[in-house]
Each structure stands twice: as C-alpha cells, then as structure tokens.
C-alpha cells in the first residue's frame, strides 16, 4: 500500500459542511457572491487553511437540486457526502464513516466566518477530554462550531424514532448518555448583539459589509477582526440583531426530540445542559 493511501485510510479528523439549497427565507443563500466568490467558496477556503484538520467535507444531500454543491466540492479539491436529504444525523454519521473519521468538527454552510482558532480549541477539547459533544455558544452566532464524536452520532441513530433531526441538539441536551462541554470564552470574545450566521437579507447585508472592509486576497481574516471592526462601528450590530428572536422561534419549532418506545425512559423533560436559545440575546 502506498504512503498516500495509507494516509487515506487513517485519517481521523474532518470538518463536516453541512449544506443544502433549500432554504426559502434566503433563498441560494450559500451561492451568492461577496468579493468576487459564493459564501460557500470562502466557507471552504478558511476550512482547508486549518491545519489540524485532515479533511474537509461537504455533507449534503442525495437530492438532485443539491448536485450544484458536489460540483462545487470538485471545483474546491474536496470531498462530498451525499445522503439523506433530512436526516442530517444519519447524514453525518455516514460520513464520518465512509471517511473513517475519529473525530468531527461541523458547522451549517450559512456560517462563513466561523472562527478557525476557536475551532482548533474545540477540538483540542473533544480530543483530549471524554466529551460527546463541544460547543462554543457564547461566542457570535455564526463564529462558532461544533466538535463531535461519530460514536455519539451513532448511539443516536440507534435510539431516534425520527428521520427528520436538522436541529439535533435535544439529543444530546436531554438524553442521560452523553457528556457535553462548552468552552470557557473570554469576556473580550463575547458580543451577543453581533449575528454573523446568514439566514435572512438582513444577515446577508451585514456579512457583505464586514467581507467589503476586512476581505484582502489571499489573506483571511478572524473573529478578532470582525470584533474590532463592530467595536469601532457598533451600529452594525443594529442591521440584523432584531433577527436573533425570529431565528430563535423558528428553531424551537423544528427542534423535536423523538426515541424509540424502549428508550423513552432515556428522555427527560428539562435539559441536563443549557441549549442554545439561552444563548442568544
């Protein structure tokens, strides 16, 4: 066997994109351009510069509408993972398989300038600590993403009696099988006002505003950036901070938590750890 397929074979960690182009509020959102590129083209540029991740994949669906995202992987010299258009569990979980992963950091493909330092702690943490899940929720929506063990993934598929798991979070909240941790984040990175995540037109005129005065070629910028820019202009805040409660209400509505009848005994009613609607301001 040859070096490079043996470096194949062994790869252990993976930044899953989870992506579709369904969303209606905003629609092809993840297409438009900024800067000459589609969000989901800086997505995948700030994700291959981390060098502490072997792969970086995007996880989208097996639907023929999503065929634009595959070719874009292609374009972008990265893997795609087509699977169930609405089980995005399951989803995850065979890619992580299919790319024999040990270890995932994911994030929703509306997140563009999720933070790559906070990336690399979260999964320093989900390394080196016995957790499930690592989250990051006290910085910007939008900076953060999540760090998973696929065995986790997969202890869920086996007790969920539902196919439709966009919003997992109750499974890991609510179940007495898994241990979650959130990473301490210093009072300097906290800014609950700012919503750098891309689900309505007013997110998408506050995202270009930051790319048209922080983006140079060849050169990314971070969440230190993005809060110095706002800290010197805090009315920016103001053009889609107001969206932060519609999000909310809607995310509640699609987040169900639903288990097989032999592991209802499993689920209880008020959360072990804080979710993500205590979050956001």
Wanted: glycine fraction near 2%; charged fraction near 30%.
């Amino acid at each position: 066997m040859s070096t490079i397929q043996t470096m194949k074979r062994f790869k252990k960690t993976g930044f899953l994109i989870i992506a579709r182009l369904k969303s209606t509020r905003l629609p092809n959102k993840i297409l438009k351009k900024i800067c000459g590129k589609s969000f989901i083209d800086h997505m995948i540029i700030k994700l291959k510069s981390a060098d502490f991740i072997d792969n970086v994949i995007v996880c989208t669906s097996n639907l023929t509408k999503d065929q634009k995202l595959e070719k874009i992987s292609k374009k972008n010299n990265i893997n795609c993972f087509r699977g169930d258009p609405d089980d995005v569990i399951k989803r995850m979980y065979e890619a992580s398989i299919k790319h024999n992963l040990k270890y995932i950091l994911c994030i929703t493909a509306d997140c563009p300038l999720v933070d790559i330092p906070y990336a690399k702690k979260i999964l320093k943490k989900l390394k080196n600590e016995n957790f499930d899940l690592v989250r990051a929720f006290s910085l910007p929506h939008g900076a953060f993403c999540y760090g998973i063990r696929p065995k986790a993934l997969k202890t869920i598929c086996d007790i969920k009696n539902t196919k439709y798991t966009a919003n997992w979070e109750k499974y890991f909240t609510r179940i007495k099988k898994f241990k979650v941790a959130d990473l301490k984040i210093p009072k300097k990175h906290i800014c609950r006002e700012l919503r750098i995540t891309l689900d309505y037109y007013e997110d998408f005129f506050l995202i270009r505003k930051i790319y048209k005065s922080l983006y140079k070629e060849k050169k990314l910028f971070n969440l230190e950036d993005i809060l110095k820019l706002v800290r010197q202009n805090p009315k920016l805040t103001s053009i889609n901070s107001f969206r932060s409660s519609d999000y909310i209400k809607n995310y509640k509505s699609e987040t169900k938590l639903k288990l097989k009848n032999k592991f209802n005994h499993l689920k209880i009613r008020k959360p072990i750890y804080k979710e993500f609607a205590n979050f956001i301001k």
